[in-house]
C-alpha cells in the first residue's frame, strides 16, 4: 500500500511536470504560426520577387540595325538573313565523330576545329557553340540533309548587317563588325545593350549614327533551374529596329561615278548648289565592307591594306591635294571684290615670269601673248595669275578662299576622318614654320600649288557656292526630318542673305557674274582647257575648271625633255583635277573629280565630268519628284 | 500482484482493437498520405525512387506499428533496458564499421535499408529512463547516485553520437532525456543550475566545435554573409516559404523545389516544400494535425494507469514535439542548420522506424492504459 500511495505521489509529479510542458508547447507552436505568418503573410511580396528572380532569367538579343537608304529610298545598308550553325553539346552523343562529319561537310580548317573543342570545355553544356557564323545555301542545304546523323547539331537563323553594293558606299557608310571591348564600354547605348555575336559600327556612318542605328535587343524571358538551365520561355518580347537614316545620294550617280574611277586612284563628289545635298561621294579604289561582318581573313585583309592605291583611305574627306588651277576662280574673284583687277586687265604671258632671280612657268611654253581675265581663265594662263596674285597677296586671297569653306571640314559631324586642309597665309606661316612670308610663295599660291591644301569636298563645296550666285551652304549627306526643296532652299538662301549679310560671300554679284562666264568659256570655248568635253545642248551644258596639280617640283631637264604621262613614274604624275557646275542657264549640281597621278586636269578629270552631267541632269527631275519624304516607305 | 497481471493481459483481440486510439490512428495515416504526396512532389511529379523508396517504408513500418500496438507495452517495460543496450551495441558497431558517407560515419547497412542507430536511440532513451523513474522511489530520485546514474544514461550514446559526428541528434536525444529527467521529478532547481553552467560553458563549448559547425552558427546569425554558399540553404529556404504566400502556389507547382533551388528537399527542407505549394494555409493545417498527434498522445499518457506509460508518452509527445519545433525553426531561420527531420515526413528509414515504433508502443499503452506495472 506503501507503495501504491509513492505511486500516486509520482503520477502527480509527472502529470504537474506534463502540464508545464504542454503550456509551453503551445507557446512555441504559437511562436512558429507567428513566423510562418510573417513569412508568407506579411512579406509575401518580397519573397515572391525574390522566387521568381531565381527562376526567371532574361536573354538578350542582338538588336536589329536600322536601313540606310539613298535618296530613292534604295536599301544601301539593310539587314540579311544569315544561316548559322550552332553546337549545343549536351544533346551530342559522340563529339569526335560530329566534329569529324562537320569538318568534311563544311570543310572546316583544323585551327577552326581546335577552337570548338576549346569553346567546348569553357562553356556549360547547353550553351550553344557557334560552327559557322554564315552558311552558304548549299551548306545550310547539305546540314539539312545530314541532320540525322548530326546529333545536337542546330542550324539557326539569324539576322546580319548586308550592304548590297559591296564597295559602293563604303567610304560613306563605313561598315559594322565586333566590337572590342573598349568600344563596348565607351557608349553607354552599346555598354547596355551588347550580347556576344553584335555587331557595332566601326568607321563612317556606321559608327557616328551608332546610336540611332543600333535598335533595342529582343528579350526572351526563361524559367531556369538552379545550374542556370532554360526550362522552358515564358515571354519573347520583340525589339525595335534602329531608326530608317536617309542619304542624299544616289546611287545611280554613285555607280557611275565608281565606274568612271575604277582602277584609278581618285575621288568624285557632287552636290546640290542650293540644298547642298550631297549627291556622290566616292573615293576610289574602295573594298567590299561585307568582308568585315564575319571576321576578315589575313589574306583578304593585307590585299586591301597593301594595295598601292591606297583603298583604306577615305579620298574625299581625308585626301588632300593642291588645288592646282582650280582655285583660280577664287583668286579672279577675289581680286575682282578687291577692286585689283577688272575684266579689262591684261597681262603679257610670255611663257615664264621672272621674280627676285627666280623663274616661275606658265604651262605653255611659248606663252599666251596678251590675256585678260576671261582667256587667262580659259586658258588657265599661269602667268595671268602670278601677277593678280602678287597684286592682290596672300592674305586678302585668304579671306575669300575661307569664305568658301577652303581650310574648314565641311561634314565634321559625320566622319571623324575627315581633314580641314588648309589655305595659307603670312600669319599662318609665322606661327607655323616660324618664317617670314615670301613673295614667290604668293604667286604660286596663285595657281593652287604651294602650301594650299584642300580636300575634294572642299573644292565641290567652293565651286557649288560660285555657282549659286555666292551664298553660303550647308553640305549634308542626311535627309533630316524637313527635307529643303528647291524653292525653300532659294528662298531662305536670299532670306539669309538678307538679315545675316556675313553669310553672303560677295559684295558685288557682278563678279561672281565674271568669274561664272570665265569658267563657262573654258569649257564651251575654243582654246578653252576643257572644251574637248563640252556638251553643246544647253540642258547639260556645264562650265567648269582644269587644273594640273604638282606632285613634285618639274627640274629644269624635265621640262626640256617634255614627257609623256607614260614616260613618268605613277608615283611623280601629277594628280589631274577638274570642277564643273551645270547646267549653264540654271544651275542645281556642281562636282569635283580628282584623279591621283592622273597627268592633266583636261585630259584625266573633264571628260568624266561630262558622263556625269548627263546623268544627273537625266536624274535631276526624278529627283525633284522624291523630295517628299513620306512618300517613301520601305 | 501476478493475479493482476493475468488479468491486464487477459484483453481479448477484439476488446484490444476497441481500445484503439483511432483518432490518433486517422492522424498518422493522413499524415503518412500527405508525406507520400510531397515526396511525390519532390520527385517532380512523377513516381520516383524517393516516393517508391518512402512508400514501400511506410508499407513496411505501418504495420509494424500495428504490430507493436498490440504487443503488450509490460515487455517494452521488460526489455527497456535490453533495448538500450543493444542499441548501444548498434552505435558502438557503425563508430567502427559504420558506412561512412559526408564526412560522418553513423550507418549500417541492412540490406531493405540503411540504418542509423542513433534515430533508434532517440526511442531507447526514453524507454530506459522510463522504466528507471518507473522503478525508482520518488525519495531516491534526488540522490547523487541516482543522478550520477541516468546523467550516464544520457551521456553514453551522447559521446558516440558526438564523435559520429552529428550535433543536431546528440543534442535531440539529449533534449528527449532530459524531458524524461524532468518528469521524472528532478529537482527544477538542478536544472537552473546546469542552465546556468552551460550558459557560462557556451562560449569554451564552441570552441570545440568543428569549423563547419560555426560557419552554420555564423550563418545563422547571419545568413547573407555567404548567400551563394553557406547561407543558400537558408536563403532559399525562406523565399520558397515567403513565396507560398496564404493559400500556396499549388500541388507540383512549387518552382523552386521544381527548379533546385532548395537543397535537401526530400529530407530536413521537406516542410519547404510543402510550404511553398500549400502556402499558410497548408502550414497552419500541417502545424495542427502534429498538434493533435502529440495531444493524443499526451492524453494516453493522462490516462495510463502505470507511471511507465505515462513517462513514455509524454517523454515520446515530447520528443515529437522537440523534432518538428527544432525542424521548422531551422528552415524558418530561427535556429541553426542542425540536421534534424520532419517525423514521418522527411525521407529517410531511420527516423521513421523509431517514429513508428514509438507510436505502436503509444497505441499499446492506450490498448493497455488501464494497467499497471509492477
Redesign the interface.
Known amino acids: 500500500m506503501i507503495k501504491e500511495n509513492f505511486g500516486i505521489r509520482k503520477s502527480d509529479v509527472i502529470n504537474r511536470r506534463m502540464f508545464i510542458i504542454g503550456a509551453a508547447k503551445i507557446i512555441i507552436f504559437t511562436g512558429i504560426v507567428a513566423r510562418l505568418f510573417s513569412l508568407q503573410i506579411n512579406e509575401n511580396k518580397k519573397y515572391l520577387t525574390l522566387s521568381d528572380k531565381n527562376r526567371i532569367r532574361e536573354w538578350k538579343l542582338p538588336p536589329t540595325r536600322g536601313n540606310i537608304v539613298d535618296y530613292f529610298g534604295n536599301i544601301i545598308a539593310g539587314n540579311l538573313k544569315v544561316y548559322q550553325l550552332h553546337i549545343i553539346p549536351e544533346q551530342v552523343e559522340n563529339f569526335n565523330y560530329l566534329l569529324l562529319r562537320l569538318k568534311t561537310l563544311l570543310n572546316l580548317s583544323e585551327k577552326k576545329i581546335q577552337k570548338i573543342v576549346n569553346l567546348k570545355n569553357k562553356l556549360k553544356p547547353w550553351d550553344s557553340i557557334i560552327v559557322s557564323e554564315n552558311l552558304s545555301w548549299s551548306q545550310f542545304l547539305k546540314v539539312n540533309n545530314y541532320l540525322y546523323d548530326l546529333v545536337g547539331v542546330k542550324p539557326v537563323m539569324t539576322i546580319s548587317r548586308n550592304y548590297p553594293f559591296s564597295e559602293m558606299y563604303t567610304h560613306v557608310l563605313g561598315y559594322v563588325s565586333q566590337p572590342n571591348e573598349e568600344e563596348i564600354l565607351e557608349n553607354e547605348i552599346v555598354k547596355e545593350r551588347f550580347v556576344p555575336g553584335m555587331k557595332i559600327g566601326k568607321l563612317g556612318l556606321e559608327k557616328t549614327l551608332e546610336n540611332q542605328l543600333i535598335g533595342t535587343n529582343a528579350i526572351q524571358r526563361y524559367e531556369v533551374n538552379a545550374y542556370g538551365k532554360r526550362i522552358n520561355q515564358l515571354e519573347y518580347q520583340k525589339g525595335l529596329q534602329g531608326s530608317k537614316i536617309r542619304l542624299t545620294v544616289d546611287t545611280e550617280v554613285q555607280k557611275l561615278s565608281a565606274q568612271l574611277l575604277s582602277n584609278k586612284a581618285g575621288s568624285i563628289s557632287v552636290m546640290d548648289i542650293y540644298t547642298g545635298d550631297i549627291i556622290a561621294m566616292y573615293s576610289s579604289p574602295s573594298y567590299d565592307p561585307n568582308l568585315f561582318l564575319f571576321g576578315i581573313s589575313q589574306d583578304e585583309w593585307q590585299l586591301i591594306r597593301n594595295n598601292p592605291l591606297k583603298p583604306l583611305i577615305n579620298k574625299t574627306l581625308s585626301g588632300l591635294y593642291s588645288p592646282g588651277s582650280t582655285i583660280k576662280p577664287i583668286v579672279a574673284l577675289s581680286a575682282l571684290e578687291n577692286n585689283i583687277i577688272n575684266t579689262n586687265f591684261k597681262v603679257k604671258c610670255t611663257g615664264k615670269t621672272e621674280l627676285y632671280g627666280q623663274t616661275f612657268h606658265c604651262w605653255k611654253e611659248k606663252g599666251h601673248g596678251w590675256v585678260s581675265l576671261k582667256n587667262a581663265m580659259k586658258q588657265s594662263c599661269d602667268t595671268y595669275f602670278y601677277e593678280v596674285a602678287r597684286l592682290l597677296g596672300v592674305d586678302r586671297l585668304n579671306v575669300t578662299a575661307k569664305k568658301f569653306g577652303l581650310g574648314e571640314k565641311v561634314l565634321g559631324e559625320y566622319f571623324d576622318n575627315e581633314k580641314r586642309g588648309l589655305f595659307p597665309n603670312t600669319n599662318w606661316k609665322k606661327n607655323n614654320l616660324g618664317r617670314g612670308w615670301v613673295l614667290g610663295e604668293t604667286l604660286i599660291t596663285g595657281i593652287g600649288q604651294g602650301y594650299t591644301q584642300t580636300t575634294p569636298l572642299q573644292l565641290c563645296l567652293m565651286t557649288a557656292q560660285i555657282a549659286n550666285g555666292g551664298y553660303k551652304i550647308k553640305p549634308k549627306i542626311i535627309v533630316n526630318d524637313d527635307p529643303l526643296s528647291l524653292e525653300d532652299a532659294k528662298n531662305s538662301m536670299e532670306l539669309q542673305a538678307l538679315q545675316k549679310p556675313n553669310t553672303r560671300l560677295f559684295n558685288n554679284p557682278k563678279n561672281i557674274k565674271i568669274v561664272q562666264e570665265a569658267m563657262f568659256s573654258s569649257t564651251n570655248e575654243q582654246f578653252g582647257t576643257s572644251y574637248r568635253s563640252r556638251i553643246d545642248d544647253p540642258k547639260y551644258q556645264f562650265a567648269g575648271k582644269t587644273g594640273t596639280a604638282q606632285v613634285k617640283r618639274i627640274s629644269k631637264r624635265e621640262r626640256e625633255l617634255d614627257l609623256k604621262l607614260e614616260q613618268i613614274p605613277y608615283k611623280d604624275r601629277d594628280h589631274a583635277l577638274y570642277v564643273a557646275y551645270g547646267p549653264y542657264k540654271n544651275p542645281r549640281y556642281a562636282l569635283s573629280i580628282i584623279v591621283e597621278h592622273g597627268g592633266s586636269g583636261s585630259k584625266a578629270a573633264a571628260p568624266m565630268a561630262k558622263e556625269l552631267f548627263k546623268l544627273i541632269i537625266d536624274r535631276d527631275e526624278l529627283r525633284d519628284k522624291q523630295s517628299n519624304f513620306e512618300n517613301i516607305n520601305i | 500482484m501476478f493475479q493482476r497481471d493475468r488479468l491486464n493481459s487477459e484483453l481479448s483481440f477484439f476488446q484490444k482493437i476497441k481500445e484503439i486510439d483511432y483518432t490518433l490512428l486517422i492522424s498518422i495515416i493522413i499524415l503518412s498520405i500527405i508525406s507520400l504526396l510531397v515526396m511525390y512532389s519532390t520527385d517532380g511529379g512523377e513516381i520516383l525512387y524517393h516516393t517508391k523508396s518512402h512508400f514501400s517504408k511506410l508499407a513496411v513500418f505501418f504495420p509494424m506499428m500495428i504490430f507493436i500496438a498490440f504487443f503488450n507495452i509490460r515487455h517494452w517495460h521488460t526489455f527497456a533496458y535490453v533495448f538500450y543496450f543493444l542499441i548501444i551495441l548498434l552505435l558502438f558497431y557503425v563508430s567502427f564499421f559504420g558506412l561512412k558517407a559526408s564526412g560522418s560515419q553513423r550507418w549500417m547497412d541492412l540490406y531493405l535499408f540503411v540504418l542509423q542507430p542513433s534515430e533508434l536511440m532517440k526511442i531507447g532513451i526514453i524507454l530506459c529512463l522510463a522504466k528507471y523513474?518507473h522503478r525508482v522511489?520518488?525519495e531516491n530520485v534526488n540522490t547523487l547516485t541516482s543522478i550520477i546514474f541516468v546523467l550516464s544514461i544520457i551521456i553514453i550514446p551522447i559521446i558516440f553520437v558526438i564523435s559520429q559526428p552529428d550535433l543536431g541528434t546528440s543534442v535531440l536525444i539529449a533534449l528527449s532525456g532530459l524531458?524524461v529527467l524532468?518528469?521524472?521529478?528532478v529537482r527544477v532547481k538542478y536544472f537552473v543550475y546546469s542552465f546556468i553552467t552551460f550558459l557560462i560553458s557556451l562560449p569554451f563549448i564552441i570552441s570545440f566545435l568543428k569549423p563547419y559547425q560555426k560557419l552554420r552558427i555564423l550563418t545563422f546569425l547571419d545568413p547573407d554573409r555567404d548567400p551563394l554558399g553557406a547561407g543558400y540553404q537558408i536563403i532559399?529556404s525562406?523565399?520558397?516559404?515567403?513565396?507560398?504566400?496564404?493559400d500556396g502556389k499549388g500541388f507540383l507547382k512549387g518552382?523552386?523545389s521544381y527548379?533546385?533551388?532548395l537543397p535537401e528537399k526530400h529530407t530536413d527542407f521537406i516542410f519547404t516544400l510543402f510550404?511553398e505549394e500549400f502556402?499558410?494555409i497548408g502550414?497552419?493545417g500541417l502545424?495542427i494535425l502534429y498538434?493533435i498527434i502529440?495531444f493524443r498522445i499526451?492524453r494516453i499518457?493522462?490516462l495510463s494507469r502505470s507511471?511507465f506509460s505515462?513517462?513514455f508518452c509524454?517523454g515520446f509527445a515530447?520528443s515529437i514535439?522537440i523534432y518538428i519545433?527544432v525542424n521548422?525553426?531551422m528552415v524558418?531561420g530561427?535556429l541553426p542548420i542542425v540536421g534534424s527531420p520532419l517525423p514521418i515526413m522527411s525521407y529517410g528509414g531511420s527516423s521513421m522506424l523509431a517514429t513508428m515504433i514509438g507510436f505502436g508502443i503509444v497505441l499499446s499503452a492506450k490498448i493497455n492504459h488501464k494497467q499497471?506495472i509492477a
Open positions: 523513474y522511489k520518488i524531458i524532468w518528469l521524472g521529478g532559399q525562406k523565399i520558397a516559404i515567403g513565396s507560398g504566400g496564404l518552382t523552386q527548379l533546385d533551388f510550404s502556402g499558410f502550414s497552419v502545424l498538434t502529440i499526451i499518457g493522462a507511471n505515462k513517462l509524454f515530447f514535439f519545433v521548422l525553426s524558418l530561427l499497471t
